[in-house]
């Protein structure tokens, strides 16, 4: 203090003394040097290997948005999702999708929780970048924890974590636009296994409806035609009797309701010349729809088994074997088997990011340097096997190696009074005071 040249407010002053209270001694520092910097931290969080996570750097998300290890699971579960919304106005329906993941430890989001809870000062990133890191990777990377760890440290690069480039946000696959949240609900529906316009596929077996399944209420046993005539073919063809042999019966039935419906016809025909002209038209149209209706149930009805007979058949005919092509462009394909896409000729899109993350790893390390290295034991175990296995000449130049103690050397108190016993115990003997006595 002060930060910009003014003195600090009072209550400024008493949430920093209540924060440094309340913070370990060894993280205290740290906390000082995050309220020199203007960062109102009120703790400092830690990975689980002891590294500073960060959360003191102004990112894009709400200033009154307090960032936790915690909340970023939530960010990362909602990465994971398929649909496309607005990162910055999270869908109620994307949000507690999210929650639930995170309850449940779903994966791919347990394996990126893991990776990046590990990583030093995640909590400074902003969101479009650990929402483009996951959705640019690889969908089968979280399988190999040390490959996902090796594409993190080459691809979470930032330099304003305030302002995201278009190009993260392109890649965070962010859609500001108002109908995102119904277009997240669509996605989720189709999830579900719900049938989704647009979405779904309607040529799959399991939306295709057939002719048996349409109808929803059972249909009437006797059906009312009209001028007297009932159609009985729904009851003929539930009774046990219903078969081949009952087809001469229909037709003589339906001969017969030809005949009374034109003497039915007839009788019409002298009314309506007696009376109006258009009650008789009329009368003379109804009859003939209701004669149409006639015919027509009864040839549903006779063909309604052929149908179902001709559709056995179909249901066993053997499918055709699936063509692929010979060669694929680097991408995702659905519904191609993992064999099938590298048998293929040509690359795949890991192979071609694998030689991508290579080049952007040396320059961010080498060039740029904005990959720090970082000492750690289990860091300078891995450094201390490469070297070994692969750079043996740069031993010496890398690595401090203790010379070797030469065999036979003192290194304790214990090895040099051992070394005086022995060699005392190889000198002849002391004479005795009778010898000396003797000898004078």
Request: glycine residues 6%.
């Given at each position: 203090?002060?930060?910009?040249?003014?003195?600090?407010?009072?209550?400024?002053?008493?949430?920093?003394?209540?924060?440094?209270?309340?913070?370990?001694?060894?993280?205290?520092?740290?906390?000082?040097?995050?309220?020199?910097?203007?960062?109102?931290?009120?703790?400092?969080?830690?990975?689980?290997?002891?590294?500073?996570?960060?959360?003191?750097?102004?990112?894009?998300?709400?200033?009154?948005?307090?960032?936790?290890?915690?909340?970023?699971?939530?960010?990362?579960?909602?990465?994971?999702?398929?649909?496309?919304?607005?990162?910055?106005?999270?869908?109620?329906?994307?949000?507690?999708?999210?929650?639930?993941?995170?309850?449940?430890?779903?994966?791919?989001?347990?394996?990126?929780?893991?990776?990046?809870?590990?990583?030093?000062?995640?909590?400074?990133?902003?969101?479009?970048?650990?929402?483009?890191?996951?959705?640019?990777?690889?969908?089968?990377?979280?399988?190999?924890?040390?490959?996902?760890?090796?594409?993190?440290?080459?691809?979470?690069?930032?330099?304003?974590?305030?302002?995201?480039?278009?190009?993260?946000?392109?890649?965070?696959?962010?859609?500001?636009?108002?109908?995102?949240?119904?277009?997240?609900?669509?996605?989720?529906?189709?999830?579900?296994?719900?049938?989704?316009?647009?979405?779904?596929?309607p040529n799959d077996p399991?939306?295709?409806?057939?002719?048996?399944?349409?109808?929803?209420?059972?249909?009437?046993?006797?059906?009312?035609?009209?001028?007297?005539?009932?159609?009985?073919?729904?009851?003929?063809?539930?009774?046990?009797?219903?078969?081949?042999?009952?087809?001469?019966?229909?037709?003589?039935?339906?001969?017969?309701?030809?005949?009374?419906?034109?003497?039915?016809?007839?009788?019409?025909?002298?009314?309506?010349?007696?009376?109006?002209?258009?009650?008789?038209?009329?009368?003379?149209?109804?009859?003939?729809?209701?004669?149409?209706?006639?015919?027509?149930?009864?040839?549903?009805?006779?063909?309604?088994?052929?149908?179902?007979?001709?559709?056995?058949?179909?249901?066993?005919?053997?499918?055709?074997?699936?063509?692929?092509?010979?060669?694929?462009?680097?991408?995702?394909?659905?519904?191609?088997?993992?064999?099938?896409?590298?048998?293929?000729?040509?690359?795949?899109?890991?192979?071609?990011?694998?030689?991508?993350?290579?080049?952007?790893?040396?320059?961010?390390?080498?060039?740029?340097?904005?990959?720090v290295k970082e000492r750690?034991?289990?860091?300078?175990?891995?450094?201390?096997?490469?070297?070994?296995?692969?750079?043996?000449?740069?031993?010496?130049?890398?690595?401090?190696?203790?010379?070797?103690?030469?065999?036979?050397?003192?290194?304790?108190?214990?090895?040099?009074?051992?070394?005086?016993?022995?060699?005392?115990?190889?000198?002849?003997?002391?004479?005795?005071?009778?010898?000396?006595?003797?000898?004078?």
């Amino acid at each position: 203090f002060p930060v910009d040249g003014k003195t600090p407010e009072l209550a400024t002053v008493i949430q920093f003394l209540k924060t440094w209270f309340e913070t370990e001694h060894i993280d205290r520092g740290l906390l000082v040097k995050e309220w020199a910097k203007g960062n109102r931290v009120s703790a400092i969080q830690r990975t689980e290997s002891g590294a500073n996570a960060g959360g003191g750097n102004k990112t894009d998300r709400n200033p009154d948005y307090e960032h936790t290890l915690d909340t970023l699971d939530v960010e990362i579960a909602m990465a994971t999702l398929p649909m496309d919304f607005n990162i910055y106005e999270l869908p109620g329906s994307v949000y507690r999708r999210a929650k639930e993941i995170v309850k449940k430890k779903e994966s791919p989001f347990k394996e990126w929780s893991a990776a990046l809870r590990a990583t030093p000062g995640i909590l400074d990133y902003s969101r479009a970048a650990i929402f483009a890191l996951i959705r640019s990777a690889h969908p089968e990377f979280y399988h190999y924890p040390g490959r996902l760890q090796g594409y993190i440290n080459a691809n979470l690069t930032e330099t304003d974590h305030e302002n995201p480039t278009e190009e993260a946000l392109t890649a965070a696959r962010h859609t500001p636009e108002k109908d995102a949240v119904e277009e997240a609900n669509r996605q989720l529906a189709a999830a579900r296994g719900e049938y989704v316009e647009g979405i779904s596929d309607p040529n799959d077996p399991k939306w295709v409806k057939t002719g048996t399944s349409q109808p929803t209420t059972e249909p009437e046993l006797v059906k009312n035609v009209g001028n007297g005539i009932f159609d009985v073919s729904a009851l003929m063809q539930n009774s046990s009797t219903h078969g081949t042999e009952t087809n001469p019966e229909t037709t003589s039935n339906v001969q017969v309701q030809k005949a009374d419906s034109d003497e039915k016809q007839a009788g019409d025909a002298v009314q309506a010349g007696e009376g109006d002209l258009g009650t008789g038209k009329e009368a003379v149209t109804v009859e003939n729809q209701n004669q149409a209706e006639t015919h027509q149930n009864n040839d549903s009805v006779s063909q309604s088994e052929p149908e179902a007979q001709q559709n056995v058949p179909e249901s066993q005919q053997e499918e055709p074997e699936a063509a692929w092509p010979e060669y694929f462009e680097p991408g995702r394909y659905e519904g191609v088997p993992n064999e099938v896409y590298h048998a293929a000729n040509g690359i795949s899109s890991t192979q071609v990011k694998d030689a991508r993350v290579s080049l952007m790893y040396f320059n961010a390390r080498h060039v740029e340097k904005t990959i720090v290295k970082e000492r750690s034991p289990v860091l300078d175990m891995g450094n201390l096997v490469h070297v070994l296995a692969l750079q043996p000449e740069n031993l010496e130049a890398e690595f401090s190696v203790e010379p070797e103690i030469p065999e036979g050397a003192f290194t304790t108190t214990a090895t040099l009074r051992e070394f005086i016993d022995a060699h005392n115990a190889s000198l002849p003997a002391l004479l005795s005071a009778d010898d000396i006595k003797a000898l004078l």
